[in-house]
């Protein structure tokens, strides 16, 4: 391991009410610097699952739309118990976050990034994980607009994406990480690339309970994904069903995630845990 930064990352904890623990890892799973009052296993295993979600995570942006910018900003992930950030920290390198579900998410995410600019070059790792060919299969999805065979376009999903101003797509997964249905915006072959890539990025989301705060117990509520250009989320549908949405940048996404789990019933799903869908 390089340099030990866990002096560094201090800072949050010390200073953001709520915040629990921070984690500077490196792209390839590395911990570089971690907190007090987490176990070695646990920062292993924190840092692999958010170098994974976030190699999966650079690979879904054109799932969020067209844009000249395709920059990803940040990654939040929300439990019932707490939530967990994530933000670059230079090439190839990643600083993280976890707090309790009442911190301010303001505050937090101003200390994470006024940290990462005044440590600067000191966070730098070598790129070692990259996601180009899974970007460059889901920009070819992206720009394939058949909406696939009959039956797959879902009429409760096409309904909301048209009342709800910003918001671009849609897509049912199966307990299988299979796409069930879309809107009719979405290709087959883009429900397909996305639905894989959001089956790992839940998998990565949950192993980060204990960071959160809830043990092996943690229940999961949603993973948000900032791009320059866009939104991604991930909610529940039920019966281990999931729902992948994007939108536009100035979409209300607590708007558009609430319209989507008031449909779920129809989609064959059972009830959405939780019920809060804020974002930072």
Not at 39 to 68: H, K, N, Y
Not at 137 to 147: F, K, L, N, T, V
Not at 235 to 253: E, M, N, P, Q, R
Request: glycine share 12%; net charge negative; with cysteine.
């Amino acid at each position: 391991m390089s340099t030990d930064m866990s002096w560094m990352v201090r800072d949050i904890v010390d200073n953001v009410p709520r915040a629990r623990h921070a984690v500077v890892l490196s792209a390839d799973g590395l911990p570089r610097g971690a907190t007090d009052g987490l176990t070695e296993r646990d920062v292993r295993t924190i840092s692999a699952a958010l170098a994974g979600m976030q190699s999966l995570s650079r690979a879904t942006a054109p799932f969020a739309g067209p844009g000249e910018s395709r920059r990803w900003n940040q990654t939040v992930i929300e439990f019932s118990q707490g939530w967990v950030f994530l933000i670059g920290a230079g090439q190839g390198a990643y600083l993280a976050a976890a707090a309790e579900p009442d911190v301010d998410l303001q505050q937090i995410s101003f200390r994470m990034n006024r940290l990462v600019a005044r440590l600067g070059d000191s966070l730098t790792s070598p790129p070692r994980v990259n996601a180009a060919a899974a970007a460059d299969s889901a920009e070819q999805a992206a720009g394939q607009r058949d909406s696939g065979p009959s039956g797959f376009v879902l009429p409760e999903l096409d309904k909301v994406v048209a009342e709800v101003p910003g918001a671009r797509h849609a897509v049912l997964l199966g307990a299988d990480g299979l796409p069930l249905g879309a809107t009719s915006t979405t290709s087959k072959d883009l429900a397909d690339t996305i639905s894989a890539a959001m089956t790992g990025i839940h998998a990565y989301s949950r192993a980060t309970g204990r960071f959160a705060g809830g043990g092996d117990t943690a229940e999961w509520r949603q993973t948000i994904i900032e791009f320059d250009h866009g939104w991604i989320f991930l909610i529940s549908a039920g019966s281990g069903a999931l729902l992948a949405a994007a939108a536009d940048t100035d979409c209300d996404i607590e708007l558009f995630t609430a319209r989507l789990s008031d449909v779920v019933p129809a989609l064959g799903g059972g009830p959405v845990p939780g019920g809060r869908t804020d974002h930072a």
